[in-house]
Structures are given as C-alpha cells and as structure tokens.
C-alpha cells in the first residue's frame, strides 16, 4: 500500500515536472533576455549561443522525463524488468552525455563554477544510466532463462 502511493507521488512529480517543462522552455528566449538585463552582461552577450545551449538541454531535459514517465508506468503495471525500460536507460545515458556536452560548450563561452558542476553531474548521470541499462538488460537475459526453464 505504501509503495502504491510512492509511485503514485513519484508518476505526479514526473508529470508536473513535465509539463512545467513545457512552459519554461517555451518561455525560454523572453527568460533568458530577462536573465541577461538583470543578473550578467555576459548572457546578453553571448544571447543566441545561450539559447541554443539552454534549448538543447531543455529539449534533452523534457526527453529524460519522458523516459521516467515511461518507465514510471511499466513499474505501476507490476512489469519493470522489460526490454523498452533498457532502452529508456540507454536514451537517457545518451541525453545525458548532450547535456553534458550542452554545457562545456557554456564553459567555453561563459564559464562558471556552477556549469563544471552541471557537467559533471550530468556525466555521472549518463554513467548511471548506462550501468543501470546493463543490469536491466542482465536482469531480463536471466528473467527470460528461467521462464523458459519452467
């Protein structure tokens, strides 16, 4: 009963973050015009080069959870160990890594101590995913050995 509601909270989370998403990135250039005018010069000035950096992660962004709202729905359904949650996890890992890309072009461009950051959790995230990828793909290789034993 008590997973049933963490799942259920953890769908919602996704769902919302989706959809805020949605909005921030639509949002996007009037924020980052705003960001530049108020917070760095160096935004304002590197404004295009900005927007594609922060487009690209957004649209990466709104991908992985998608991915998490997938996988979400196959946990609900009682079916996790499943072959489109491998290549979830693979996606993921590979969104992860333009993420991380995204923002060492930042680096090059406006660099801060809190982009290095950015990038490396984004790297370790595509790490994670790629490992976790392979224990899925383990996990149903010996899920689908044992059913075809019985």
Known sequence: MKQEKMNKFT???????????????????LTLKLAGRYYSK??????ISMLVVFAVSGVCGLMI????RRMMKTVIDGACFVPDNVRSL???ASLS?????????????????ATAVVVLVFFIAALF????????AEAIRY???TDLTI
């Open 129 to 136: 995913s790629q490992v976790l990828a392979n224990v899925f």
């Open 90 to 92: 693979q996606m993921m």
């Open 11 to 29: 769908k919602v989370i996704l769902d919302l973050m989706f959809y805020c998403g949605i909005v921030i990135l639509a949002t996007l250039p």
């Open 143 to 145: 899920k689908e050995e």
């Open 42 to 47: 160096a935004l304002s000035d590197n404004f």
């Open 97 to 113: 890594l333009v993420i991380a890309a995204a923002f060492i072009i930042k680096i090059i461009l406006v660099p801060t101590p």
């Open 65 to 68: 959870v998608t991915q998490l």
